[in-house]
């Protein structure tokens, strides 16, 4: 098969094959390499992918309107975006620097996606809580301090220190240089999985096939290209990856970078990303502890000990010679990783990764359980929590992608398995796609929607992997007007699968901007808002501690410099304080005994049901319940009650201060 | 002689001169970010990774992802002893950036990296068009930054406050009132203050989009704790009212 030949990387001369072609010529001519970049579509099809961003932004102004055809003239922009560039990618002509451009347009064009759907601010969760991070981090000139919104912010400070780092000495505002930072990011990702891609299939194409079908990965759009540290730590795990593989020897036809320089620049990525993010580095541990594993299957104990045993070169009396004596490959990356991730566990994060992570695993293995025999915390699929239902060809775009991979799947891991079976990264890779349907499961549930979010931007590496070699296999031996034809069909079906990852990856709500709704993250985040979250910076004391709902209080824990409080006190959920229409003894005690300095009150919460299905809290009680919006009397009541002041008002937006409750 | 270094360590250099002397933002932005985001990881990799070893492609990755790490770990690692400054960044990113760039530069046995001799005439064209398409890109997020703002625009309210003066934490006998219009065009206001139906200030406003207004004013202890009443009205009608009972 063509591309199972061994072929350059993008950066250097490939070999020929109908699938891949050749594009950079050496020349002797000078001393230096001559080289000749073939663009070939590429520069067409970033415009179109330009234009199609233009159309979407076009559309997102339309629907703050409301106006009619918003919706149709977004996916039409998405689509402009998405389909030229897979046909392109899925034929036969580009050569290796075209794919690359595209896949790279790809990436930043849909990155553009989420820039325009907040061109002005953040909206999102995880980006007003990094913000709080590089603005304590701006006043102290010290990382780790308290982030009140998102705990294990402060004990993964890689993105808050490098934010901070860009914001101080460019002058640029915490917005511009995060949306620089991610976009960098962004571009590197792509360039590093199309390398790292190709080198698994050797074929610049199935590379470039590989990362359309990545792109379908209902992250991408906008949890992957927002300011939050996963974005980030993403470029670097791929570069990790991509040095493990080099140490791997897995492109042979480049001078073997000397182990030195391997294991150095090894030690600076573990550092790097063990101190960004917690699950990229537990994913990459993973990958290579199971890439080490089929190592040992496949080709038995010896070449695993040859990866482990040290060379014979150098004077092992000499620490740099013992270095050099190491052989870098995806068992020394793995230990290197483990190890630095572990010490970082116990002596630093522990506490604060076990309370993110464990609470999201608890409750989606406890969701599950429901699911399987019964109880709460099911969800019904394309339903909001207003009870809005997707129309029937949005559930069945949505079902028909996750039919098309579940389809494609088996067949190219059995592809692979029948032509790859000595190649241990191509199984490794393979094993990966074979998670899809377990990371699946958890979207029937409240909880575990977002496991399964998350997951996808680590599977889909592996799906796109075996879809591609699966395609080449298909596309490999006939003739050229066949190879168009399946070429176009497989670009229908990647076009079908694109779709499907956008309406499962977020609700009809928050894909586009619009106006006010209640308890639906982006489109909570209003200028009243952002206002109170001002008017609190500017007058009220730091880290006061707040009762507020959700959205309002990422404003007010960001922009407000506050700290909202969640949970529970003395059994009591603190969301209780606003439900009932009596200021009682249970809001009385949560005031008190949680030090409650003010109540924040957003009066619209009382004109209808939470789009995610809670006001204030997961945990609140009667989320996801729900069968009524909040009463208005029970967010009035606080007018009436003696001991707490009436300090602020715009509106929507009330704030009540409750410090004097405490010494009635 | 890598040309290449030599341009990275005097890009580095300019960029520290840049934040030392507090440079204008048009000029500090792009000299700085890439010694934060390119230079120290370029600089870097050239160490690790000799010429012919790795691709040009390959090598960009790792100047950009070594770079990132660089600079996380180098700001956790600083901040132990030094404040994360503007001035300790630019030392420590452009340190770094020259002292790497100086170790392959006075080495006489490096040899040079690989990179283009020459150049086919479709780059131009090709660059041109990549350009045209980051213009209709830049067009798509001024758009929705428009479309924004206009949406915006039709949000008309106004914050109003009633606090302690110096803030809603100060033990003072002071209070303060404010207001901030988001009304988008002129507007007429009137605010009252009264106790215990006693006029303490009153107040006729004319505030611009934008505008701010702010007044402090003394009030006496009153053990009742009979709270000052602000009652604020826009155009004649009443818009909101506020309560503070003043604290002791």
């Known amino acids: ?664 | 002689m890598r040309r290449d270094l030599a341009l990275v360590s005097a890009l580095a250099f300019l960029a520290l001169i840049a934040a030392l002397l507090s440079a204008p933002v048009w000029l500090r932005a792009p000299l700085l970010v890439p010694l934060v985001l390119l230079l120290p990881g370029y600089a870097v990799a050239a160490n690790l990774f000799a010429p012919k070893t790795i691709g040009i492609t390959e090598r960009g990755v790792y100047a950009v992802v070594l770079s990132i790490a660089i600079t996380a770990v180098g700001g956790l690692v600083i901040q132990v002893v030094l404040g994360l400054e503007r001035e300790v960044w630019a030392i420590f990113l452009a340190g770094i950036t020259i002292y790497a760039c100086l170790r392959i530069l006075v080495d006489k046995r490096s040899s040079p990296l690989s990179v283009p001799s020459s150049i086919s005439w479709k780059i131009p064209v090709a660059a041109l068009a990549f350009v045209l398409a980051g213009a209709v890109a830049t067009l798509a997020v001024i758009s929705a930054g428009d479309g924004l703002r206009d949406a915006q625009a039709k949000i008309r309210f106004t914050d109003f406050w009633l606090i302690p003066d110096g803030g809603a934490g100060a033990e003072t006998d002071n209070l303060s009132v404010g207001l901030r219009s988001h009304e988008g065009e002129p507007r007429r206001y009137s605010l009252e203050l009264t106790r215990d139906g006693e006029v303490l200030s009153q107040e006729d406003l004319l505030l611009r989009a934008g505008e701010k207004w702010e007044k402090s004013f003394a009030v006496s202890v009153d053990p009742a704790g009979v709270p000052v009443v602000a009652v604020l009205s826009r155009e004649g009608a009443p818009y909101r009212r506020l309560d503070v009972v003043p604290p002791p």
């Open chain 1, 1 to 664: 098969m063509s591309f199972a030949q061994p072929t350059r990387g993008a950066d250097s001369t490939p070999v020929t094959s109908r699938g891949a072609a050749v594009v950079p010529r050496r020349s002797s001519r000078r001393s230096g390499t001559a080289w000749r970049y073939q663009l070939g579509a590429a520069p067409l099809l970033a415009l179109l992918a330009a234009a199609g961003l233009l159309l979407i932004a076009v559309a997102n102004n339309a629907a703050r309107l409301e106006e009619a055809g918003s919706e149709s003239t977004f996916w039409l922009g998405l689509l402009l975006i998405y389909l030229p560039i897979a046909w392109r990618l899925f034929g036969r002509s580009a050569g290796a620097p075209e794919r690359l451009a595209l896949v790279v347009v790809l990436g930043m064009a849909l990155y553009g996606v989420k820039v325009v759907h907040s061109p002005a601010g953040f909206t999102l969760h995880d980006e007003l809580a990094s913000w709080r991070g590089v603005w304590n981090l701006l006043e102290s000139g010290h990382l780790f301090s308290d982030n009140p919104l998102v705990g294990g912010y402060s004990v993964f400070p890689g993105m808050t220190a490098v934010t901070g780092a860009l914001t101080d000495l460019s002058g640029l505002s915490v917005f511009v240089s995060a949306l620089v930072l991610i976009g960098v990011a962004r571009a590197v990702l792509m360039i590093a999985l199309f390398l790292i891609l190709q080198r698994a299939a050797r074929s610049a194409r199935a590379a470039g096939i590989a990362i359309v079908v990545y792109a379908c990965n209902p992250s991408i759009l906008y949890f992957d290209s927002q300011f939050g540290y996963e974005s980030l730590a993403l470029a670097i795990a791929a570069g990790y990856l991509l040095v493990v593989m080099r140490g791997a020897g897995i492109d042979p036809r480049r001078r073997r970078a000397g182990e030195i320089g391997m294991v150095v620049a090894l030690s600076i990525l573990t550092a790097g990303l063990v101190v960004t993010h917690h699950l990229s580095a537990y994913a990459m541990i993973a990958f290579l502890g199971l890439w080490t594993g089929v190592i040992w299957f496949v080709k038995g104990q010896q070449p695993l000990l040859q990866l482990l045993r040290p060379t014979a070169r150098g004077n092992p009396n000499r620490l740099m010679a013992q270095i050099a004596r190491l052989r870098v490959g995806p068992a020394l990356g793995c230990a290197m990783l483990a190890a630095a991730a572990l010490l970082w566990f116990v002596f630093v994060a522990g506490g604060a990764t076990q309370d993110e992570l464990g609470s999201v695993f608890t409750e989606a293995i406890s969701a599950l359980f429901h699911l399987v025999f019964g109880g709460s915390g099911t969800k019904t699929l394309f339903k909001a929590g207003t009870g809005q239902v997707d129309p029937l060809v949005v559930r069945v775009l949505g079902l028909a992608s996750v039919g098309v991979l579940a389809l494609v799947i088996p067949l190219g891991v059995w592809r692979i398995w029948k032509s790859y079976r000595r190649n241990t990264l191509a199984i490794s890779l393979a094993a990966v796609a074979l998670l899809y349907p377990f990371t699946l499961v958890p979207r029937l549930t409240q909880a575990g929607s977002e496991i399964s979010q998350r997951a996808s931007e680590f599977v889909f590496a592996g799906i796109g992997f075996v879809a591609a070699v699966l395609f080449l296999h298909l596309t490999d031996s006939v003739g050229h007007t066949r190879a168009r034809l399946l070429a176009l069909t497989a670009t229908g079906l990647a076009g079908l699968v694109f779709v499907g990852g956008v309406i499962l990856g977020e609700s009809p709500v928050t894909r586009q901007p619009g106006r006010f709704e209640v308890g639906a993250e982006s489109r909570s985040i209003s200028p009243q808002g952002t206002a109170a979250a001002h008017f609190a910076a500017e007058h009220l004391p730091r880290n006061s501690r707040i009762l507020v709902d959700g959205p309002n209080g990422l404003l007010l824990g960001s922009y407000g410099h506050l700290e909202p409080v969640i949970g529970s006190i003395r059994g009591i959920p603190v969301p209780i304080v606003f439900f009932s229409k009596e200021f009682g003894f249970n809001a009385r005690t949560v005031i008190v005994h949680d030090a409650i300095d003010y109540v924040v009150v957003d009066r619209r919460l009382a004109h209808s049901l939470p789009v995610d299905g809670y006001y204030y809290d997961r945990e609140e009680p009667l989320a996801h319940e729900r069968e009524r919006p909040i009463a208005a009397a029970a967010l009035r009541k606080f007018d009436a009650v003696p001991g707490i002041d009436r300090i602020y008002d715009n509106g929507p937006i009330v704030i009540y201060d409750t410090r004097r409750i405490e010494q009635r």
